[in-house]
């Protein structure tokens, strides 16, 4: 298993609420602000990667990418800072290094 995991997350706003949609791996999160979208999206991941190596599993090895839609829109989007530091408040378990884009 890698030691870390680089992901591309696109943020985009979708009626009343921010959608944060991985790139590489069809994974999404959604919440009424940049940092709660960010917050599901990774606790969705983390989901997955709990799962994938509980079950010996390569991790996110059985998603398929975003839909083409999200990959258009990223080459549009903006580049945003780097996200603070991690929601579950552990340096062990920070291994997701997304690049964000808000579009």
Not at 12 to 36: M, N, R, T, Y
Not at 85 to 92: H, L, M, V, Y
Request: glycine share 8%; hydrophobic share 40%; charged share 25%.
């Amino acid at each position: 298993m890698p030691s870390e995991l680089k992901i591309s997350v696109l943020l985009k706003k979708e009626g009343p609420f921010w959608v944060a949609q991985c790139l590489q791996h069809d994974v999404a999160g959604q919440g009424k602000s940049i940092p709660d979208a960010c917050y599901q999206v990774e606790r969705a991941v983390f989901g997955h990667v709990a799962y994938d190596i509980a079950n010996g599993i390569e991790p996110l090895s059985k998603l398929g990418k975003a839909p083409a839609e999200y990959w258009t829109l990223w080459g549009k989007a903006e580049p945003m800072c780097k996200r603070p530091a991690d929601p579950f408040g552990s340096d062990e378990t920070a291994f997701i290094y997304p690049e964000m884009r808000v579009g």
